[in-house]
């Protein structure tokens, strides 16, 4: 993060990290380098260190900087997707033979890439509740790596104490890595909290319009953060141009937006709370919910995702999920439009069978930014 930035509000930084205007022009919003390769002045010499746009783009650069910013770290890298960024991730910090500690709760895709990827070479893994420092620390070894957290967790909503599994990394000597998809960096910031690597889907909050793919990491260590651009480049599953300007986009009004989604979102559970037809909302805003304290005190609000159980099991949720009108259904989260889907049949389908099951009654909503009558309406009609 440029120190131009470090004295500035969240809100600031979003707007004017890496947003430089354009030095020919005087263009307030970077421009599309829709470019795969530089002239050079000579040989070897580059102007501005550009050569090739996977090694590095102008327009991506500027989204790399914004994403240091808004999580404190030193260097962003941006991907072509959250799975590119996470494969980037495990390459570089793992060898065939190394372990790591993944949550019981995780996203489908997250759990695909350990069970049926990585492992395949050789990299082993273990489960463990996040949410409980004792049982993370009991499942590593000496062949441990690394620890992986979603707070707040896909599907279920979980909290993790951030800064108390910094510790128990910081003690293990292993890597902590905290997904912060759900949260956002305006309501979260592992970095600060003693996470090592923050691991962002740019397609959710970030973009925050439902009209992009990427995924992204953040560290504050330097060394780091210079190995993890070199498997960047040798890898190449980078984010284009189009699509870094697309998300750069996004983060102008992330602040605004979270607000936003958390004040309906909030709203939203109050109602479930009271609804008849449902058995549990998970909600960390909840004053009963398990990780309320903890979640308060490391976030500044509690976000735009609920899931909550229904009465009648899986064939009663499902019924749920087509009846929504408003809430639309479909796969992803964190658009400015709501979305409700069954994780079990959808986003969650690759954990069948594994101890990262997730109930078949369960019903996940991504709370949009729409007026929260609307919505709440919308959820009755469809609860029946």
Known sequence: MSDEHTHQSFETRAIHAGNTADPLTGAVVPPIYQVSTYKQDGVGGLRGGYEYSRSANPTRTALEENLAALEGGRRGLAFASGLAAEDCLLRALLAPGDHVVIPNDAYGGTFRLFAKVVARWGVEWSVADTSDPAAVRDALTD?????????????????????????????????????????????????????????????????????????????????????????????????????????????????VRMDRHSANAARVAEMLTQHPKVTQVLYPGLPDHPGHEVAAKQMRDFGGMISFRVRGGEAAAVEVCNRAELFTLGESLGGVESLIEHPGRMTHASVAGSLLEVPADLVRLSVGIENVDDLLADLRRALG
């Open 143 to 255: 062949r441990t790596k690394a620890i992986w957290v979603e707070t707040p967790s896909n599907p279920l909503l979980g909290i993790t104490d951030i800064a108390a599994l910094a510790d128990v990394a910081r003690t293990a000597g292993v890597r902590l890595v905290v997904d912060n998809t759900f949260a956002s960096p305006y309501l979260q910031q592992p970095l600060a909290l003693g996470a090592d690597v923050v691991v962002h889907s740019l397609t959710k909050y970030m973009g925050g319009h439902s009209d992009v793919v990427g995924g992204a990491l953040v560290t504050a260590d330097e060394a780091l953060g210079e190995e993890l651009a070199y498997h960047q480049n040798a890898m190449g599953a980078v984010a284009g141009p189009f699509d870094s300007w697309i998300v750069l986009r996004g983060i102008k009004t992330l602040a």
